[in-house]
């Protein structure tokens, strides 16, 4: 019976670490034995999580350099969205747009708008030759930006 455990967890085995695994087998009690496969067991179950958490870190860096300018091409996205904190009234040329995401984007059309509105959400989306558009939710009008260090 011990060797038909073995065959089965073999494969998990490669996964987590043959030596704890094999020191889990090396036991010959049966309940220390057990609790040794259990935490094991329970290591596997963290990996995916793990896996998750290093996606979403990955995705937050993403979007944390989008816009800005690079050496290195970074994984593009397509947007990002994000709010403009406040009673927002319009913009003019020039003007730098603070988000609520910590990024900043600077009117880079010749563009003007006048607008009122709270706490819009905004996109960010990428345009054609390596530009940038911003719409305003509430609104059909859009701006060409670029983004500021």
Do not use: H
């Amino acid at each position: 019976m011990k060797r038909c455990w073995w065959i089965l967890l073999a494969p998990l085995g490669a996964q987590a670490g043959d030596a704890d695994w094999l020191r889990c087998a090396e036991l010959r009690e049966s309940a220390p034995r057990l609790a040794c496969y259990d935490a094991q067991a329970a290591r596997l179950r963290q990996a995916p999580a793990a896996a998750a958490s290093a996606a979403s870190a990955a995705a937050a860096e993403r979007v944390a350099a989008f816009g800005a300018p690079q050496r290195v091409p970074a994984q593009e996205i397509d947007a990002v969205q994000s709010r403009i904190l406040g009673l927002f009234e319009g913009w003019d040329p020039g003007q730098v747009l603070l988000l609520e995401n910590g990024q900043r984007w600077r009117i880079a059309d010749g563009s003007s708008a006048t607008l009122r509105l709270r706490d819009p959400k905004v996109t960010v989306r990428r345009a054609a030759l390596g530009t940038f558009r911003i719409e305003f939710e509430g609104s059909n009008q859009t701006a060409r930006v670029k983004r500021m260090p």
